[in-house]
C-alpha cells in the first residue's frame, strides 16, 4: 500500500525533479575536482561516474565519448 505523503514532502519531490539539471551539473563538476586529485583505479571510477553526471545533465553520448 503506498503512503500518502505531505505537502511538504511532495514540494520537496517537486522541487529536486526541477533542479536535476542544476544537481546534475554541480556534482560533475565535483567529479571533475576529484578526477584531477585521483591517480590509478580511482580515476577510472571517477570517469564513469562523471559520464553518467554528464548524461544526466542532457549532453548526448556522442558529446561525452571522446572526453
Known amino acids: 500500500m ?3 505523503r505531505s505537502r511538504y514532502q511532495e514540494k520537496i519531490i517537486k522541487n529536486y525533479y526541477q ?3 542544476a544537481i546534475g551539473l554541480q556534482k560533475a563538476q ?3 575536482t576529484e578526477l584531477y586529485l585521483s591517480e590509478g583505479k ?3 571510477t571517477v570517469w564513469k561516474r ?6 544526466k545533465v542532457g549532453l548526448p ?3 561525452i565519448a571522446p572526453l
Request: glycine residues 0%; charged residues 45%; aromatic residues 0%.
Open 2 to 4: 503506498p503512503q500518502e
Open 42 to 44: 580511482k580515476r577510472e
Open 19 to 21: 533542479n536535476r539539471d
Open 30 to 32: 565535483e567529479a571533475v
Open 50 to 55: 562523471l559520464a553518467s553526471h554528464l548524461e
Open 61 to 63: 553520448p556522442k558529446q
